[in-house]
């Protein structure tokens, strides 16, 4: 399977995005750009302050 294909087991669909503060679309593969710099960030600063 796709990993860019998306099960639906019911409920409600899954949009593809997501909603700001402010009301704006942000689509999930920005999020995910986000969640994967905030942890390539954390993760440089635990490795230098480890030495």
Known sequence: MNE???INKGGRP???YSFD???NHICDEQI???I???IETE???TTVTAK
Request: hydrophobic share 30%.
């Open 4 to 6: 860019d294909t998306k």
């Open 32 to 34: 995910k750009e986000y």
């Open 14 to 16: 899954i949009p593809g």
């Open 21 to 23: 503060k402010d009301g």
């Open 43 to 45: 993760g440089l600063i």
């Open 36 to 38: 994967l710099k905030i």
